[in-house]
């Protein structure tokens, strides 16, 4: 079984800076298996980024993905009021299908 | 679009089974698209994956649950439902269904997803 951990656990910025979240696997993964989501409270989490790299339908330019291997980042390039929340990456695999990391918790500074 | 709505008992007994029922709208549970999955988020942890259904019938679970979890799908009714035998405070989550969406060359995520429902496992 992949583990997927993030870091850090949480981070403080302020809004029009820069994120930059880490998601490291046990093991290498295809990216085409690294996605990403993001959980306001009381919300479902809400795909971000799929296949390590690709947008999810309807979600602004200013996130996006990267890495291979057993490294990969989630970037938002200049932070938004809204986009504070836990972030989780997850790992499409055989069995389990499904795995998620602990998250990284984005606050407000 | 697609939606989907998680419905069932907020509350059950230690020991007993819950079942939770997914209803599926805007889009149909017999596309081969599409995983139907389950996916439970204890208080103040992360999500944890339980298992899916396929729409030829065919489950995959989580190992850790395997032996307590079943998935099955309802086609006429377009829902498909989870039940999850011996239930200890443990099992305590808000369950979401989800829609696993694939093609034979790539993963495109975890796209829709109900609101979720809170299950609480007390006497």
């Known amino acids: 079984e992949i583990v997927l951990t993030q870091s850090p656990g949480t981070l403080s910025l302020s809004p029009g800076e820069r994120a930059t979240l880490s998601c490291r696997a046990s093991q290498s993964v295809s990216g085409s298996q690294l996605a990403w989501y993001q959980q306001k409270p009381g919300q479902a989490p809400r795909l971000l980024i799929y296949?390590?790299?690709s947008r999810a339908t309807g979600i602004p330019d200013r996130f996006s993905g990267s890495g291979s291997g057993t490294d990969f980042t989630l970037t938002i390039s200049r932070l938004a009021p809204e986009d504070f929340a836990v972030f989780y990456c997850q790992h499409f695999g055989s069995s389990p299908r499904i795995t998620f990391g602990q998250g990284t918790r984005l606050e407000i500074k | 679009q697609v939606q989907l709505q998680e419905s069932g008992p907020g509350l059950v007994k230690p020991s007993e089974t819950l079942s939770l029922t997914c209803t599926v709208s805007?889009?149909?549970?017999?596309?081969?698209?599409?995983?139907w999955s389950w996916i439970r988020q204890p208080p103040g942890k992360g999500p944890e994956w339980i298992g899916y259904?396929?729409?030829?019938?065919?489950?995959n679970y989580n190992p850790s649950l395997k032996s307590r979890v079943s998935i099955s799908l309802h086609t006429s009714e377009n829902q498909f439902s989870l039940t999850l035998s011996s239930v200890t405070a443990a099992d305590t989550a808000v369950y979401y269904c989800?829609?696993?969406?694939?093609?034979?060359?790539?993963?495109?995520?975890?796209?829709?997803w109900g609101q979720g429902t809170t299950v609480t496992v007390s006497s």
């Open positions: 805007g889009g149909s549970v017999s596309s081969g698209s599409y995983f």
């Open positions: 296949g390590a790299s």
């Open positions: 259904i396929y729409y030829n019938g065919n489950t």
């Open positions: 989800a829609r696993d969406s694939f093609s034979m060359i790539a993963n495109y995520g975890l796209d829709v």
